[in-house]
């Protein structure tokens, strides 16, 4: 019961970065009907500019001191942290808590990230076939990947989650099972919680508000909605920035779980690419019901138990559901009658 | 009726005599010579091309810009550019600072991005295009393997970059190639005994292995050591390579009632799954009355620093380390860092040590045919490289030398000071008769 416990844990965890990015490429894809396969790069970028936040609170000017010499010769170095130097405690406090403090800083820059991509490249292959719309996003997608790889190295960049949740909760105690039996690292309860947090605000952005509103309306019959006299081009710009930044912060907020590297978001573009399929293109709750469940599902096949009757079965469970779905229900689970259907 | 013309006179016979035995008694060489010129790439200009075929993209990508540098080095210092490295510290003397056999080394790189079939194409083309006459390089079992399989196909040495499994020299070994880097085995019999000093002989351990040539090879060799000393194996789970996400593997570690983690990771899933262990609270458990332990057996220094603190007292074994005292070691430290401003990695040791070896065993051979530079090689003692006396065992082109095992350090003083070396296992401890590990050489082949 603890293992099984365990399990779902860790799939709703792994299913929340799923379902945060399979949200944006799903709004994407019924907003603009892009299919916008430089989406996990925008979790990339995110997730490094925790990197960036982290680089520059915790920079230091560096002064030779020629009394001491390195084993190559060469005069030591001295580093001294600039930002605790100059701010005191509040300096340590940045250092600390400098993930959650990135997220501040990513909200705009993915925004603006968003708003230029859909501008500066996207707008021109709305009426281009999909196949282009993936070739264009995916060569973009590497283009960013490159950037980044020449900037900041190949290797993952370890983020450190704050010491205050470095360590693991023993939830079992709470639920009645012995001591050390359900442990689980407080920063994925912390990412699960704001994950469900983040979900909630973007339904509430588009289900409570008259500009989300406007944008499901264009949604269901953008030439109504032109025909009404409103921007519903510039609304979709904002809804692309809007997916951008929410990427953007399930990356930031993955950076304690999984060090980041260049590589990142095309692990995850994938696997989010097939939780839409599934959850259905287009369909927002089905994003989310079908992240949560597809990560709870791959979880579950990693067991001992399951691999040792189905070897290899966690390698394909996802691909598997997804091609079962496909051939059963071709609109996804929740997905709007005709989609995927023609 | 004569069995001789009546021309033939003893005179005639002795003189015909007399030169077949000075040709059947000229210096080897001389008939060597006349047979070297039937091989593949032979150069013929003023220079000789070698081929670096390193990963510059993909995951391994800092790994391969590390031995890319170690390769420039070797070739400034075969060429007679720069302090002379390590060329000042090792026992032979062949190589004079003017190049090999007397032509000047220049070299053409290639892209294996930790891909088998990339290696082998990159591989190719600097052989069948660019001339090479050696190729050298990479960082993965898989890719050494399949390039290894070529070089002997195709009739050029192949001189193994960074690859641990036991197969590149076991099961999978070819007469033309030649790895200088230690192996599953050699970590196996180097770990043990520190193993059993620190955590006892009343162990039960739980492999993570990525899910290749590789990690079976070191899992093998772990759990054959370990249960020598009278550990159990609770269980070996194998895991995708890039898993990313290690925690759906990571939790059942938790109440399986192993008291011990081996992750036979290499690279980025080493830093993932190490990273995500330490989060699980597995460092800080009590299981079975003992203090959980993590134990990773092959480590990196480019790789522990990806997983900062997470490594602070993890045991792990490494074919090279910069901190090394020995001579050769501070020479190599001393050039890599004067270059480059940084200490030199494991596998830029390995790469910059088996170019050397390379051109050494030319110029000794005084050519630059394979099987000639083969036998070169073959049973080849040095030492001033770095890791002691060293010999490269002719049965199974395998090196043998002494193997560190190190700790994640628990004070770092700089990004690079992660490691410290606990113990440097004697190569007598780390031996093991080449059948040992199946395979064949087979023949060696000139490629002409």
Redesign the interface.
Known sequence: MDAILLQILNGLDKGAAYALIALGLTLIFGTLGVVNFAHGALFMLGAFCAVTVGKLVNYQVVTLDPTRTTPWGTPVEIRTPIVQEWFGDFGAFMVEYSVPLSILFAIPIMLLIGVIMERGLIQFFYKRPHADQILVTFGLAIVIQEIIKAQFGANPIPQAAPDLVAGSADIGVLLGFDPGTVVYPYWRIIYLLFSALLIGCVFAFLQFTTYGMVVRAGMADRETVGLLGINIQQRFTVVFGLAAVVAGLAGVMYTPILPPDYHMGMDFLVLSFVVVVVGGMGSLPGAVAAGLLLGVLQSFASMNEVKNILPGIDQIIIYLVAVVILLVRPRGLMGRKGVMES | MSLFDDNVSRRGILKTGLVGAAVATAPFHFVRGAGAADYLNMPKGKSVIFGFNVPQ??????EGADELRAYKLAVQHINGEGDGGMLNTFTSKALKGNGVNGKKVEFVTGDTQTKSDAARASAKRMIEKDGAIMITGGSSSGVAIAVQGLCQEAGVIFMAGLTHSNDTTGKDKKANGFRHFFNTEMSGAALAPVLEKAFGTDRTAYHLTADYTWGWSQEGSIKKYTEKLGWNTA?A?RT?L?A??F???I??V??SGADVLVLNHYG?DM??SL??AV???LR??QVNGKDFAIVVPLYSR??A??????VQGIFGSTNWH??LQDEGS?AF??????AY?F?PSQAAHTCYVQAILYADACQRAGSFAPCDVGKALEGFKFDGMGNGATEYRAADHQCFKDVLVVKGKENPTTKFDVLEVVEVTPRAQVEYPPELLGGQLGSCNNGA
């Open positions: 993209t993909g995951a391994y990508a800092d269980s789970v995708p890039g990313g996400d925690s759906q593997y939790t059942p938790l109440n980025k830093v993932n990273t995500q989060q699980f609270g800080d458990k480019l790789m620093q990806g997983a900062g603190k997470n910069w901190s501070k430290v001393k050039s890599f860092g004067q401003g200490p």
